[in-house]
C-alpha cells in the first residue's frame, strides 16, 4: 500500500513538472503521503501502522460507533441504554404529535422478564386534574405539593447551561421541580422561576467552606430561595455508588469552578462519603440541621442500595432518634450519569426492582412509611415504567434522560467528552447553541403532560381510581416460558410494624442482626 502511495506520489510530481494542471494532484495527494509515512512508522496503534488508511476508516467508525449503531444497525427493541421504541416515545411525547403506533407490540411477549399491567374488563373514569402528593412529616414547616413525575438530578458543569434553562423553564410550564444536582445553584436554575430541589452532594458544592466542608451560612444563603421547595441529600447515585461523582476537566469552566469552588480546568472527583456525618444516627441528625438551617423546608436523602443490613440500621436510628426525613430517593443501579468508572457503572450497587420493593418493606416493617414519601429514579421514559415503580412502592418519580430526551438527546454516549452534539452535555459554546431553550422548554413540558396522561389511562384501564389503589399485584411478570408471577409473588408485602415486634420475617433476620443505629 505504501508502495502504491510513492509510485502516485512520483507519478503525480513528474506530471506537475510536465504539466501544471496536474500541480493541484500534487498539493492533494502530499497530505495523504504524510499521514502514511506517519503512521508506519509510529508504534502505538498495529492497525494504523500496517494498514494505515483501512485504519483510519477503523478509527471513524470507532469514534462514532454508538452514532452508527444508533442511526443504522440496531433494531427498534435491543438499543442500549433505551430502544429506539422508548426514545421514540419521547420524542412523540415532546413534539405533541399523534400517539399511536401500527401493526401490534415488536416485543417478544413470551421472552422471560416481559412485563404487563393488568388491566380490568371495567375500565375507570380517568382521573381528573394533575397528579400530585404532598410531601413533609410533621417537623416540616413548609411541606410541598409535588408533581408525581419531576426532572432528576442533573448538576450545571454536566449539563449545559441551555440544558440547565429549558428544563427549568419546562418546570414552570408544566408545575412540576427540577433536581439542581449536587453541583449547586447557579442563575440558570432560577431563570425561568420553576420549583427547585436542591440536592447536596458530598463536595458540599455551593455550600463549601475554605476547607471543602459544609457551610451553615452558605447552605442557609442557597435554601432560602423561595424556588428551593426540598433539599436532597445525595448519600449515592445509582451509576457509581459508593464512588464520588466525576466532572470531567475540560467541563470544569471558569464559571463552574467558581460556583463550585473548585479549580479551573481539573478534574473535579467528589468524596465517596459525607465528612458531616458517618453513622445512621448521624445521618439523621445531619437531616435534623439542615431542617432547621432551610427554615422547615423537606429533607430527604437519595442513595442507591447496597448493603441491605445499613438501610435497616438507617430505619433502627429513626426509631431511636425520633428523626425522620421527609422523603427518601431511590436510584437503581440502572440509573445514568455523564461519568462514572467502569466498574461501578457495570457491577456496583442493585437494581430499582430489588431495592425499590425492599426500602418499602422496611419503613412498613419499622411502621414509618407512613410518614415518609419515597421517590424513585431509573429509565423512566414511559407510562409503564412509572406505573411499575408505583406498583413497587414508590410514591412519585424522577425522570433524567427521559427528560434529555425531550431536550433533543440522541444517546450518542458522549457526556464524558464535552462533544455532545445536541448541546445537552456539553460546555462547547459552539454546541450549546444548538439547544434552543424558547424551543426545548416546550418539549420538556409536553413530555411531562403527555406522560402523565399515560399514567391516568393505565389507570383507567386497570379500574383504579386513585393513586393510592396502585399495587404489586397490578403488574405481572414473565419468569419462563410457561410461568407468569405478580410482582406481589415476587417481592411480598410485610406487615406494619413486625420488624420492631419478634415477628420479623426470615428473610429479614439476617440483616435486622447486622444492623446498627450507631455505624454502616
Known amino acids: 500500500m505504501v508502495l502504491i502511495a510513492l509510485i502516485l506520489f512520483l507519478g503525480n510530481l513528474f506530471l506537475g513538472i510536465l504539466d501544471a494542471d496536474y500541480f493541484w494532484?500534487?498539493?492533494?495527494?502530499?497530505?495523504?503521503?504524510?499521514?502514511?509515512?506517519?503512521?508506519?512508522?509510529?508504534?502505538?496503534?498495529n492497525v494504523l501502522r500496517n494498514l494505515p488508511i483501512v485504519g483510519h476508516i477503523k478509527q471513524l467508525?470507532?469514534?462514532?460507533?454508538?452514532?452508527?449503531?444508533?442511526?443504522?444497525?440496531?433494531?427498534?427493541?435491543?438499543?442500549?441504554?433505551?430502544?429506539?421504541i422508548e426514545r421514540k416515545i419521547v420524542y412523540i411525547r415532546a413534539n405533541n404529535e399523534e400517539q399511536t403506533a401500527p401493526f401490534g407490540t415488536q416485543y417478544n411477549v413470551y421472552a422471560p422478564g416481559f412485563e404487563w399491567v393488568q388491566h380490568s374488563v371495567a375500565p375507570a373514569a380517568q382521573i381528573e386534574g394533575d397528579l400530585r402528593i404532598m410531601v413533609g412529616g410533621q417537623d416540616c414547616l413548609q411541606p410541598y405539593s409535588s408533581s408525581?413525575?419531576?426532572?432528576?438530578?442533573?448538576?450545571?458543569?454536566?449539563?449545559?447551561?441551555n440544558a440547565t434553562m429549558a428544563l427549568n423553564g419546562g418546570a414552570k410550564l408544566g408545575n412540576f421541580a427540577s433536581n439542581t444536582g449536587e453541583g449547586g445553584l447557579a442563575e440558570y436554575h432560577l431563570k425561568y422561576g420553576g420549583d427547585l430541589i436542591f440536592q447536596l452532594g458530598t463536595g458540599y458544592f455551593g455550600c463549601r467552606n475554605v476547607n471543602g466542608g459544609f457551610s451553615d451560612e452558605?447552605?442557609?444563603?442557597?435554601?432560602?430561595?423561595?424556588?428551593?421547595?426540598?433539599?436532597?441529600?445525595?448519600?449515592?447515585?445509582?451509576?457509581?455508588?459508593g464512588y464520588g461523582a466525576i466532572l470531567p476537566a475540560k467541563k470544569v469552566t471558569k464559571e463552574i469552578a467558581d460556583i463550585r469552588e473548585i479549580q479551573e480546568g481539573v478534574i473535579c472527583i467528589s468524596p465517596g462519603g459525607h465528612s458531616e456525618f458517618n453513622t445512621p444516627v448521624g445521618l439523621l441528625q445531619f437531616v435534623k440541621k439542615l431542617r432547621v438551617l432551610s427554615g422547615g423546608k423537606p429533607i430527604g436523602f437519595k442513595l442507591c442500595l447496597g448493603k441491605r443490613s445499613d438501610f435497616i440500621a438507617i430505619c433502627k436510628a429513626m426509631v431511636k432518634?425520633?428523626?425522620?426525613?421527609?422523603?427518601?430517593?431511590?436510584?437503581?443501579?440502572?440509573?445514568?450519569?455523564?461519568?462514572?468508572?467502569?466498574?461501578?457503572?457495570?457491577?456496583?450497587?442493585?437494581?430499582?426492582?430489588?431495592?425499590?420493593?425492599?426500602?418499602?418493606?422496611?419503613?412498613?416493617?419499622?411502621?414509618?412509611?407512613?410518614?415518609i414519601k419515597i421517590f424513585a429514579c431509573g429509565r423512566v421514559v414511559s407510562g409503564f415504567h412509572f406505573m411499575k415503580l408505583l406498583a413497587l412502592g414508590a410514591d412519585a418519580c424522577y425522570s433524567?434522560?427521559?427528560?434529555?430526551?425531550?431536550?433533543?438527546?440522541?444517546?450518542?454516549?458522549?457526556?464524558?467528552?464535552?462533544?455532545?452534539?445536541?448541546?445537552?452535555?456539553?460546555?462547547?459554546?459552539?454546541?450549546?447553541?444548538?439547544?434552543?431553550?424558547?424551543?426545548?422548554?416546550?418539549?420538556?413540558?409536553?413530555?411531562?403532560?403527555?406522560?402523565?396522561?399515560?399514567?391516568?389511562?393505565?389507570?383507567?384501564?386497570a379500574g383504579l381510581t386513585s393513586?393510592?389503589?396502585?399495587?404489586?399485584?397490578?403488574?405481572?411478570?414473565?419468569?419462563?416460558?410457561?410461568?407468569?408471577?405478580?410482582?406481589?409473588?415476587?417481592?411480598?408485602?410485610?406487615?406494619?410494624?413486625?420488624?420492631?415486634?419478634n415477628s420479623v420475617p426470615e428473610v429479614y433476620k439476617l440483616d435486622m442482626e447486622k444492623a446498627n443505629p450507631e455505624s454502616f
Open 467 to 501: 393513586l393510592e389503589s396502585i399495587n404489586r399485584s397490578l403488574i405481572a411478570r414473565r419468569t419462563d416460558q410457561h410461568t407468569v408471577k405478580t410482582l406481589n409473588e415476587l417481592y411480598p408485602y410485610i406487615s406494619a410494624g413486625c420488624l420492631l415486634r
Open 400 to 461: 433524567a434522560r427521559g427528560m434529555m430526551f425531550a431536550l433533543g438527546c440522541v444517546q450518542a454516549l458522549q457526556c464524558n467528552e464535552d462533544t455532545c452534539p445536541t448541546g445537552v452535555t456539553t460546555m462547547n459554546e459552539s454546541l450549546v447553541k444548538g439547544l434552543v431553550v424558547e424551543d426545548k422548554k416546550v418539549r420538556v413540558k409536553n413530555f411531562h403532560e403527555n406522560t402523565i396522561i399515560s399514567v391516568k389511562d393505565m389507570l383507567s384501564a
Open 25 to 45: 494532484w500534487l498539493i492533494l495527494t502530499l497530505p495523504f503521503l504524510g499521514i502514511i509515512l506517519y503512521d508506519i512508522s509510529q508504534k502505538k496503534n
Open 61 to 84: 467508525l470507532v469514534n462514532n460507533r454508538d452514532l452508527f449503531q444508533d442511526w443504522v444497525l440496531e433494531n427498534n427493541r435491543d438499543g442500549r441504554p433505551f430502544s429506539w
Open 148 to 161: 408525581i413525575l419531576n426532572v432528576s438530578a442533573m448538576s450545571y458543569g454536566s449539563i449545559s447551561k
Open 321 to 371: 432518634t425520633g428523626i425522620k426525613p421527609d422523603f427518601i430517593t431511590v436510584d437503581g443501579k440502572e440509573g445514568g450519569t455523564g461519568a462514572a468508572h467502569f466498574e461501578s457503572m457495570n457491577w456496583v450497587g442493585m437494581p430499582i426492582d430489588d431495592s425499590l420493593p425492599f426500602i418499602y418493606n422496611a419503613l412498613v416493617g419499622f411502621d414509618l412509611k407512613k410518614d
Open 218 to 241: 452558605k447552605f442557609t444563603s442557597a435554601t432560602k430561595n423561595p424556588a428551593v421547595k426540598m433539599i436532597e441529600i445525595k448519600i449515592s447515585q445509582g451509576a457509581k455508588p
